[in-house]
């Protein structure tokens, strides 16, 4: 394992669910069987608070950690819309993800490029937890 990846996923301020939030999901890796918990505090349309409890892989945790820390402040359907978008790209090594989340492409190299489903998981909870 990378030490990076070590080092992102090391940043635990946000780990551990408080059950305190306005919204909540949960989500499970069919392929890997990775779970992770999401706990989102919004206000006034922006995220306010971020929470996540995982039993899941080092890239899943350090993809959890990375944007529990990007997407704190910011407006939840515009950050729902880029997740959108990141979940739909191509599995290659040489795709461009958007400026804010161009630290994810730390989680990834030619030799885990399949394992993308566990760096999109977060994403992928983030998403589950505003759906209508």
Known sequence: ???KIIKIASY???AGLK??????SYVKNSLCGDKIKMEFIIKNSKIKSVRY???ACILC???ASLLSRLIKNLNIKDQIKEIEEIK???KTINYSFP???RQFKKLLNKNNIKRINCVILPMEALSKAFKN
């Open 99 to 101: 400026k804010k989340f």
């Open 61 to 63: 945790e350090a993809s």
């Open 53 to 55: 409890e995982t039993d």
């Open 19 to 24: 059950n305190k939030f306005t919204h909540k």
């Open 1 to 3: 394992i990378d030490p």
């Open 12 to 14: 635990t301020n946000n």
């Open 88 to 90: 739909k790209f191509n």
